[in-house]
């Protein structure tokens, strides 16, 4: 597919002014963007400051027109949490990307704000013919606030401004929302975040970057094959199979299953590893850095005396030549519980009961919630966070571990009470993580998960360069639905999309393991192909569809990667693919040589906003048609063809 001829902007286009004038400002109660009404009812509080910023971060100039900042002071005394409204929002077609479980976002659309849903982290208002430009919203981070989206009054676009502890209060905010407006919605995007990063310099953004090698290479997760099961033996297996079948991994990630963890009811030196379901790990601790019996007890056939886990990693990467990376598996605050206060070998930690904000209980259900909210964290304090990370990557590092997914990330609001609230506990956790990341794991081994939310976008991508942009692969519904197995194959396609939009400035997406035995295997490899991120399956050992996965890996055991991220084109951006029963989702990348489009009938399952939750909506199911042709390419988002 060659790209067609493009028509780049300059200072007028689509009667859109880009000529040095502010293209926001207040008329009345109206907000207009390039004199045409976005907001009206503006409270008389709200402030509208146009951006300072004339230059991004290598001095390249930037269209400081383009921006404005909102803010708003409060009458009464200052407090931890405020909502506040910018104005009604009507008859103007928006998507968004929100917070449906207290880990993952996903996309909404709508055309009103009472549309809006709750924890929203970013809006797009659609353009029109008649010379509206496309305009972004962004919440941002103010001090030691945070600010979201999510509906208000009679239309109300509300800002939520909070700090997450009682401790720190507030009442005047200058700059808690970033408004950006241009003629394309993906530059408008990618312009918005390179104002943002001069004006915050906490984050840094993925082109500044660079992805750990996992990303070229076709890997295996132990998760579904062995869940807390997993065993050196097992793993030696696994891979061995797919090696015999032709698709040898560069990568294997030893997911949850390999730490020393405990139950509070056992003694303290006693691994609880009789947990074995998914779900039963959760209420533990961690008791030690060092890995469980299984993995210290083996023993290496080639030498009796080298055992352990570094005899392990070094004996599976001399037998399988492609295994270039071994990754392993850990919860920011080192496991699901936090730490056993009062292990031995562990910095101090205290048990922090998990307050869930008004935002996060509007989320959906969710067991991993469920048992940290019940049986609390063993929390280390962010003074002490360095000594935390520097003991478990150091001894990582030192018996062969290439990197980590880290999992379980945003914990640290629902902890920040006695700590300075959410903002600061996030800087100094995420400056520790950062230091020993660049310190142990070359700065980018790291692989981020369960981190969908602005404060670790803007406060936790120093450094970080890779991380999930979807739900976890669900090959069943874990609320029982037997459809499940379908409609949430589309649910997760959907969120790696529409997320990577706003996510992708700073992270490369990933779109996460499936199964390559799955009814849905195709449809999921396809859009791996496609996703420009890493590839890697979940087989249990020996389950494996070799013909499928030939079409995705190389003899090698690298794959063949487009060099952007996959978004969704153009004209859908403000669709529904999931719940309108009419809309084909596509996606679209680059290569080397070509631009490549995908398309994908997704409905049948999402967002309730009734039931809070996702589920089956079998009335959207249909056969689907959608047309393409090469002008559905953003031909100018990336270096190639």
Known sequence: MAPPSVIKSDAAVNGIDLTGKPLFRLEGSDLLANGHVVLTDVPVNVTVTSSPYLADKDGEPVNASAGSFIGFNLDGEPQSRHVASIGKLRDIRFMSIFRFKVWWTTHWVGSKGSDIENETQIIILENSGAGRPYVLLLPLLEGSFRSSFQPGEDDDVAVCVESGSTQVTGSEFRQVVYLHAGDDPFKLVKDAMKVIRVHMNTFKLLEEKTPPGIVDKFGWCTWDAFYLTVNPDGVHKGVKCLVDGGCPPGLVLIDDGWQSIGHDSDDIDVEGMSCTVAGEQMPCRLLKFQENYKFRDYVSPKDQKEVGMKAFVRDLKDEFSTVDYIYVWHALCGYWGGLRPGAPTLPPSTIVRPELSPGLKLTMQDLAVDKIVDTGIGFV????????YEGLHSHLQDVGIDGVKVDVIHILEMLCEKYGGRVDLAKAYFKALTSSVNKHFDGNGVIASMEHCNDFMFLGTEAISLGRVGDDFWCTDPSGDINGTYWLQ??????????????????QPDWDMFQST????EFHAASRAISGGPIYISDCVGQHDFDLLKRLVLPDGSILRCEYYALPTRDRLFEDPLHD??????????????GIIGAFNCQGGGWCRETRRNQCFSQCVNTLTATTNPK??????GNNP
């Open 381 to 388: 304090s962010p003074d002490m966070a360095k000594e935390f």
């Open 490 to 507: 589309g649910c997760h396609m959907v969120h790696c999309a529409y997320n990577s939009l706003w996510m992708g400035n700073f992270i």
């Open 518 to 521: 799955h009814p849905c295997a």
């Open 581 to 594: 029963g009419k809309t084909m989702l596509k996606i679209w990348n680059l290569n080397k040589y070509t």
């Open 632 to 637: 559905d390419v953003e031909w100018n988002s």
